[in-house]
């Protein structure tokens, strides 16, 4: 295949063609169809500005047909059109301007109320740029870090002059350039003065280059964000200093059918002409208004177009030029699909192609975007054309200036020019003149809320077409606004349209965190679930009542090294601690560890764990598997703001942790250490230091899955050698690992909440019956206020355990409740117990039905709410064992 | 926005890119303060145009935190940590 499958024809190529310059010469007129008005649109800017040759090409949608490469194989459709762009039958809409006012969405379907509903979706139809194709799979793009003491962004005449000036200076100069240099320019003069400076750059042993690299935005540090669309890959650059010689275009010209196919910027024009060979059309007129724009007569005729005249204002030199000169300006451009004549200087011309070669205005983005950073502009960038004689001075002078050191350079802003009484200033989204007209009238006094209602300079190209226009117009309707209307609109990076990938390049991967024991895990069979940022047993062989009973009856252990571990110290750690948790912390004595909630200002629970006192005024804490990092800071900003001395060691990743849990715990420990594990030396919610199988551990006894237990924390490269002691020395009880699952059917027979899941963003532990944990006698802890305030107020709801009778199907977790017929409530935990033989849970209900004996009805069944009690073990006498 | 540096009393002077900011610094709670108070003091932001008292995380350093002030539209450090906080409008 040797040429691109355009909707279904076959066209040919040459080399060096872009897509958009080989469909115009397979005949190709009409590029797009307009976003609200579907009206035909050509090719105008050829330059990337423009979003006329917006394209589907091989499944990605919006590609600019006029810079993108065009490569044997490519699939290219046009977009926003049925059922197709020749033929558009939505051009009807283009007659119904009437009834799609400007800022129309605030306006039309909103009355009788019914109708918005039903217009929207027929809106949305119309309207829009392409289909994405939600099952084309992402790539993952590299991102490069570049540390240049000089960049330079835009290879023309001046950048490539500032990148010699530069490293003639002895600096290190990265010069980039959203295409290959010169790729938009017709052979002459100036293209073969930017090709002699591509040789000398090329050359120079302190310059790097790198082409088809666009800037996309410059951010504190300097940090300049560019993508590289040929090496997919997207570029970090840290310079010292930054030369933006992003170069010019020509200001939109605004005027009765200025937006015809065959009506081009000519700059434009001038690319398709003299470096594509295309014969744009047979007779064209050149609108010169500056003297760039007379040299294009010369590579228009090259391309075998007639050029019938050429349109100057009084004041222009127009001796080079040998056809028809007319004194003034465009006025109208006529034609139904396709330009036919434009109106000129009072005259009607006859002609297919209408090549404006208005004012110079800079690429100023990137400039816009950098504030106070070290920025110099060169050539036209700065706002006005250059001769190549001044834009090679302004490059000399922007890179010396830049190789100095990092002064601030003050951007002026440019005044905006004239616009037409009539015409479509904004491209993208179909907005008129008159359109902006109105919505002056109607009050809109500033350039930032014209933009948002008549959304100008929101489309595709992001004001490079109309922020100028749209500003003139507002100033000529209100003139007495002028400095608030007129005034430039608010410009944020991107500057040149990026794919998401490109966005997210270098950030492809998840974190993932695995304990040390999680190979062990999964040869026994295990499989995985997330816990955070941590992958976690779920059960092995998902025999979770196989594993819950282990616990139950015998001996099971679990890995909990995914569990925040801290250890802190310092010298007001007692003093920080006692203010943080709402429990109290200064009496705890050494060996002795206390349960602990966590809240924040608001009273609301966000974390909980233990708190053991080491006895030299340090202490370990633990938080849950998914609050570790939030809460290491959270602690750290408390310190800060208290003036405490405290140091906070984070020890999640560094020490490992095993719970053994079951009657025969007790019996597997003896095994492997001579240190005393029996009930009176090391009785229940104590802590002691213990050599377990070699393994010095911090051994705690705690109770959340309600058997006796112990949870053994110590350096994680000894997890293994540990786990692997236990397993062996549990053979002769038949312990078994147990998962997450079991963990949590087991906690639930306790009756003990999980933060996050049976909680949520304003659940206070009065609401969860945890007033027990909370001692508002303390002086203070952070949320006390809060609870204060709190305790004065009847809570809506309360989180309750709930059972039903034996024989009932267990309800899924998320059931909603319900009393007599009306919403009270949802369960949040939920399972089978199979200890007690009936279905069992927690559940948010209202506080009118959060009474013990309660009646609810769960998902159709009744159940009875159970206040205040354990379910399993109620006197707590088994962890105590 | 320029850059800057903090000076971190464990690292010394470090790039602001290395520190996370946690936002303007709020007053402690005031057990007697009234309702609607207390609720702008936990939920509302003074966004100061000018200097301002904030805190920042050494996030890829030493993880600790630290309090300076800033104008908010130069982003010149007026008080680094552990300097005296300078003309700094109290919270409202």
């Known amino acids: 295949m040797t040429g691109i499958d355009f909707e279904g024809t076959q066209v040919p190529l040459q080399a060096g063609d872009t897509i958009a310059a080989a469909l115009y010469r397979s005949g190709t007129r009409v590029f797009s169809r307009s976003f609200k008005y579907h009206r035909p649109r050509g090719l105008y800017c050829a330059a990337g500005d423009c979003p006329n040759c917006l394209v589907t090409v091989d499944g990605e949608v919006n590609v600019r047909a006029c810079e993108c490469a065009a490569k044997a194989g490519q699939k290219v459709s046009r977009q926003n059109a049925w059922p197709s762009a020749d033929r558009d039958a939505l051009s009807i809409i283009d007659k119904m301007h009437w009834a799609l006012p400007v ?576 009930r009176e030396s090391f009785p229940y919610i104590r802590h002691r230091q213990i050599t377990v199988a070699g393994v010095p551990c911090l051994a705690m006894r705690l109770g959340f899955v309600g058997e006796l237990a112990y949870e053994l924390h110590f350096p994680a490269s000894q997890a293994e050698r540990l786990w692997d002691a236990i397993i062996e020395a549990g053979k002769a009880f038949d312990i078994r690992p147990f998962g997450l699952m079991a963990q949590r059917l087991l906690r639930l027979e306790k009756g003990h909440i999980i933060v996050a899941q049976d909680t949520d963003f304003e659940t206070t532990p009065w609401k969860v019956g945890m007033e027990w944990a909370v001692k508002l006698d303390k002086p203070d802890f952070v949320g006390k206020a809060a609870l204060l305030r709190h305790q004065k107020r009847t809570d809506r709801e309360l989180l309750v355990p709930w059972v039903m009778p034996a024989g009932t199907a267990c309800p899924p977790e998320g059931t909603v409740i319900t009393v007599n017929g009306a919403l009270s409530g949802r369960v949040t935990s939920a399972w089978h117990s199979p200890t007690l033989g009936h279905p069992l849970g927690l559940a948010w209900v209202v506080n009118a039905h959060a009474k013990d004996g309660a009646a609810v009805n769960v998902g159709g069944t009744t159940a009875t709410v159970r206040v205040g009690h354990a379910f399993y073990d109620p006197q707590g006498e088994k962890l105590r064992a | 926005m320029s850059h800057f540096s903090i000076r971190c009393p464990n690292c010394g002077p470090r790039a602001c890119s290395e520190f996370s900011y946690n936002g303007e610094v709020r007053p402690l709670a005031d057990p007697d303060a009234s309702e609607e108070a207390e609720i702008a003091r936990l939920w509302l932001r003074r966004n100061v145009t000018g200097l301002q008292r904030e805190r920042w995380f050494h996030a890829a350093g030493c993880r600790r935190f630290v309090t300076i002030t800033r104008d908010t539209r130069t982003n010149l450090i007026v008080a680094q940590p552990g300097e005296p906080a300078g003309d700094v409008a109290k919270h409202a």
Not at chain 1, 121 to 127: C, L, S
Not at chain 1, 414 to 441: F, H, M, Q, W
Not at chain 1, 487 to 496: G, I, W
Request: glycine residues 12%; negative net charge; aromatic residues 6%.
């Open chain 1, 103 to 678: 800022g129309f969405y605030y306006k039309a379907g909103i009355k009788p109320k019914f109708a918005w509903p039903m217009v929207e979706p027929f809106i949305r139809k119309m309207a829009g740029l392409g289909f994405v194709d939600h099952h084309d799979a992402p790539r993952h793009l590299v991102r490069v870090n570049h540390h240049p003491e000089v960049l330079v962004i835009g290879a023309g005449v001046a950048g490539l002059s500032a990148a010699l000036a530069a490293a003639g200076a002895g600096k290190s100069v990265l010069v980039i350039d959203e295409k290959a240099p010169g790729h938009r320019v017709a052979v002459g003069e100036t293209r073969a003065a930017i090709d002699r400076l591509v040789g000398e750059v090329t050359a120079h042993g302190a310059i790097t280059t790198q082409w088809n690299t666009a800037a996309t935005g410059i951010f504190e540090g300097p940090l300049v964000i560019a993508v590289d669309a040929t090496r997919e890959e997207t570029l970090h650059v840290h310079p010292g200093a930054i030369v933006v010689a992003a170069g010019g275009r020509e200001i939109h010209r605004v005027f009765r059918g200025n937006d015809l196919p065959g009506v081009m910027q000519a700059r434009g024009a001038a690319r398709l002409a003299g470096v594509h060979g295309l014969k744009l059309g047979e007779r064209a007129v050149v609108w010169a208004e500056q003297p760039e724009a007379l040299a294009h007569v010369e590579t228009l005729q090259r391309a075998g177009v007639t050029v019938v005249a050429v349109v100057a204002p009084d004041g222009l030199d127009t001796s080079s030029v040998t056809v028809e000169v007319v004194r003034g300006e465009v006025t109208a451009a006529n034609g139904k699909k396709r330009l036919a004549s434009v109106v000129a200087g009072g005259r009607t011309i006859a002609c297919d192609v209408l090549a404006i070669g208005s004012e110079i205005q800079g690429n100023e983005h990137l400039v816009r975007l950098s504030y106070d950073l070290p920025v110099v502009i060169a050539g036209d960038c700065t706002g006005r054309h250059h001769t190549l004689e001044e834009a090679a001075a302004s490059g000399t002078s922007a890179g010396t200036a830049a190789a100095a050191g990092p002064a601030l350079y003050a951007v002026e802003p440019v005044r905006p020019r004239t616009c037409g009484s009539d015409g479509y200033v904004c491209l993208c989204e179909d907005v008129s003149v008159k359109d902006i007209e109105v919505a002056c009238k109607e009050g809109f006094d500033s350039a930032e809320l014209l933009k948002r209602y008549t959304t100008v300079t929101m489309g595709p190209c992001q004001g490079r077409i109309c922020a100028d226009q749209l500003r003139a117009v507002a100033e000529r309707v209100t003139p007495e606004l002028a400095e608030r209307v007129g005034a430039p609109t608010t410009l944020r990076p991107p500057t040149r349209p990026i794919t998401l990938e490109q966005a997210v390049a270098g950030a492809a991967h998840h974190i993932e965190r695995h304990t040390t024991l999680t190979s062990k895990h999964l040869s026994a069979g295990a499989s995985m679930m997330w816990a955070g940022v941590w992958k976690r047993v779920e059960a092995y062989n998902g025999d979770v009542q196989g594993e819950y009973a282990a616990v139950r009856e015998r001996v099971g252990v679990i890995d909990v090294g995914t569990l925040g571990k801290f250890l802190v110290g310092g010298k007001d750690a007692t003093a920080f601690l006692e203010r943080l948790y709402p429990m109290k912390i200064a009496d705890l004595e050494a060996g002795r560890l206390r349960y602990g909630l966590l809240l924040e200002e608001g009273g609301v629970i966000i974390d909980d764990g233990t708190v053991c006192a080491l006895g030299d005024g340090r202490y370990y804490i633990t938080v849950t598997t998914s609050g570790a990092e939030r809460l290491e800071s959270w602690m750290l900003d408390w310190a800060e703001a208290w003036g405490h001395e405290v140091y906070v060691v984070n020890q999640t990743a560094s020490l490992g942790a095993i719970n053994v849990a079951g009657p025969q715990a007790r019996a597997v420990l003896e095994k492997l250490t001579s240190d005393a594990v029996d």
